[in-house]
């Protein structure tokens, strides 16, 4: 299974982003699926997770409210809404594919990952 990230780019602080993952296979829809991220100096956190039929999410504390997961099976693709980015949300943003079928927020629960787009958010 190949993973492509696309959507990031550099926007102003209040400003937002949508971020795409595409999946090269169809069995990629009967995994849960995440989006992690990696800021220069820290290591890469957990964003958002979502289920393999797009009903249970998972969403770190720093981004609730302000970021929305989302999936369409059919295009084996999944979303990130990224709405009001602050600067402190720059890093690269990667996608990934769950070994399962639920959404984790842990590291290891992954099995592919994709390269990675990155998102700067300026003040």
């Known amino acids: 299974v190949q993973l492509q990230a696309s959507g990031g780019g550099l926007v102003q602080a209040g400003g937002s982003l949508r971020l795409s993952c595409a999946a090269s296979?169809?069995?990629?829809?009967?995994?849960?699926m995440g989006w992690f991220r990696q800021a220069p100096g820290k290591e890469r956190e957990a964003v958002a997770a979502i289920d393999w039929r797009g009903s249970s999410t998972y969403y770190a504390d720093s981004v609730k409210g302000r970021f929305t997961i989302s999936r369409d099976n059919a295009k084996n693709t999944m979303y990130l809404q990224m709405n009001s980015l602050k600067p402190e949300d720059t890093a690269v943003y990667y996608c990934?594919?769950?070994?399962?079928?639920?959404?984790?927020?842990?590291?290891?629960?992954?099995?592919?990952w994709g390269r990675g787009t990155q998102v700067t958010v300026s003040s």
């Open positions: 296979a169809r069995t990629s829809s009967n995994n849960g």
């Open positions: 990934a594919q769950a070994r399962g079928s639920s959404a984790t927020r842990s590291y290891t629960g992954y099995q592919y």
